[in-house]
């Protein structure tokens, strides 16, 4: 994987108490298994993530197992970079 190779955006959640969050990056739309990569980030906001070219789902989640899927697959080549991807993460009526 080159340095350069990576996916990037935002996590949005107006509801999710500020503490640490990981992003992580499946093959699939399915969180199962080790991710393909992953990276913590403080609270909701900026993240970049490392990843080997291919196409990715990316998954955000905070403590409590509030997380969301970004809206749709990322495709990213080698050595190339992917801005604005957005991922909206929305505490469900029952963790509230």
Do not use: H
């Not at 992003?23 to 993240?47: K, M, N, T």
């Amino acid at each position: 994987m080159s340095p350069e190779t990576q996916i990037c955006g935002t996590v949005r959640g107006d509801e999710i108490p500020d503490g640490p969050m990981t992003v992580e990056a499946y093959a699939e739309r399915v969180a199962s298994g080790a991710p393909a990569a992953a990276v913590e980030v403080g609270a909701p906001g900026p993240f970049a993530l490392g990843v080997p070219a291919g196409t990715w789902w990316l998954r955000a989640s905070a403590a409590g197992g509030v997380g969301a899927w970004a809206a749709e697959a990322v495709t990213v080549a080698a050595g190339a970079r992917v801005e604005g991807v957005v991922i909206d993460v929305e505490v469900p009526d029952l963790v509230r």
